[in-house]
């Protein structure tokens, strides 16, 4: 991380270390517009010199905006500090790496054919068997994954003449605004873990994206695959935010982490 990114951050999670603060923002950013300092010392139930000073120590940082209007003063959110704070907790949790993904040495990639769906369902099950893959519970058919996939946009990575891993896209809606969004996937097979596979197949998948035309790429990511989450952070993806309790996965409720990059 760099050394001014860690002084901005640490900026922002000390001024959110008074609970008042933190109140104060949620008020602000849950308006339909401005707030005055009147309302919001009648909301957190404290004086208005207090009230006052937090505004200060957020309006600092750049969390909220001070606008006098007469006598009164004026509050709104920033929306552009307010957004930045899942991809800081994403620096401070770990999940940031810095660089760029390349490809490996001695992990090639093509594009997937008819006699790879046998080897791409056994890698799709071997990462159901993980738990932290997909909400999946069974391999789906290659019918149903051959409709889902985009044709262009499936990629098959060899290490040593073997299958190592694939990858694809699908579109997230049939609609015609969203033609350049997809959603990606990734599987490494369990005999080729730690070698540059997700790498190399990352590499190619968001080039070959590019190039394409399409605009965005997001990913849907369990948050205990933390190194997924990582890699896809060095690719150029963004924390979108945490879908808490999204779906079931064997009667269990699981959060999932949303990540999106869009093209330069």
Not at 45 to 72: D, I, M, N, P, Y
Not at 73 to 78: K, P, S
Not at 110 to 130: F, H, N, S
Not at 183 to 211: N, P
Request: glycine share 8%.
């Amino acid at each position: 991380m760099l050394t001014d990114e860690a002084a901005t951050y640490a900026s922002w999670f000390s001024t959110l270390s008074d609970p008042t603060r933190v109140r104060l923002l949620h008020h602000v950013a849950s308006a339909p517009g401005p707030v005055t300092v009147g309302e919001l010392t009648t909301l957190l139930g404290v004086s208005q010199s207090t009230c006052s000073h937090h505004v200060r120590k957020l309006a600092e940082v750049g969390f909220v905006q001070v606008q006098r209007e007469g006598t009164t003063t004026l509050v709104t959110v920033n929306p552009a500090c307010c957004t930045g704070l899942p991809h800081a907790a994403d620096a401070v949790m770990g999940a940031l790496t810095t660089g760029s993904v390349s490809p490996v040495s001695g992990v090639t990639v093509r594009a997937m054919t008819a006699a790879d769906w046998p080897d791409v369902r056994r890698i799709y099950g071997e990462g159901i068997a993980t738990g932290n893959a997909t909400f999946e519970t069974e391999v789906p058919s290659r019918r149903t994954l051959e409709s889902k996939w985009l044709p262009d946009h499936r990629w098959i990575a060899v290490v040593d003449g073997q299958i190592a891993g694939w990858a694809a896209a699908a579109p997230v809606s049939a609609r015609e605004c969203y033609s350049g969004v997809a959603e990606t996937s990734i599987y490494v097979s369990d005999a080729h873990q730690g070698r540059g596979v997700g790498k190399t197949l990352l590499h190619h998948q968001v080039s070959a994206a590019d190039a394409d035309d399409l605009w965005t790429l997001q990913a849907v990511i369990f948050p205990e695959n933390r190194a997924s989450i990582a890699l896809h952070h060095r690719a150029g993806f963004r924390t979108v935010g945490v879908r808490e309790r999204i779906a079931q996965h064997h009667g269990k409720w699981r959060d999932t982490v949303l990540l999106e990059r869009r093209r330069p």
